[in-house]
């Protein structure tokens, strides 16, 4: 079983930037695949970023350029910069955790951006 503790969240306006980061607990941490995803009311969840436990990374088209996750496995700890930011990438996001079929979601934390 993994627990995460999300932070970072918050206000920001258009142009703005945010650091989420997501504190996981377990000694094999480095192991799992980690990502970020959001949902936005009314809409699905749907991904934002991933990162491998080999730090292959991908991102998804819209926040592409944007946005850089990564991860520091001394921390436990994986981080979601957002620069840039728009109006639609209000969200909540979550942080995940994937091993060997096995799904882990965080609580979510909120980031809305408005001016």
């Known amino acids: 079983q993994v627990q995460f503790v999300e932070s970072g969240g918050g206000l920001v306006q258009p142009g703005g930037s945010l650091r989420l980061s997501c504190a996981a607990s377990?000694?094999?941490?480095?192991?799992?695949?980690m990502g970020w995803y959001r949902q936005a009311p009314g809409k699905q969840r749907e991904l934002v970023a991933t990162?491998?436990?080999?730090?292959?990374?991908n991102y998804a088209d819209s926040v592409n350029g944007r946005f850089t996750i990564s991860r520091d496995n001394a921390k436990r700890t994986v981080y979601l910069q957002m620069n840039s930011l728009k109006p639609d990438d209000t969200a909540v996001y979550y942080c995940?955790?994937?091993?060997?079929?096995?799904?882990?979601w965080g609580q979510g934390t909120q980031v809305t951006v408005s001016s």
């Open positions: 995940h955790a994937a091993l060997l079929g096995a799904d882990y």
């Open positions: 377990g000694s094999i941490f480095s192991m799992y695949d």
């Open positions: 990162i491998t436990s080999r730090s292959r990374k």
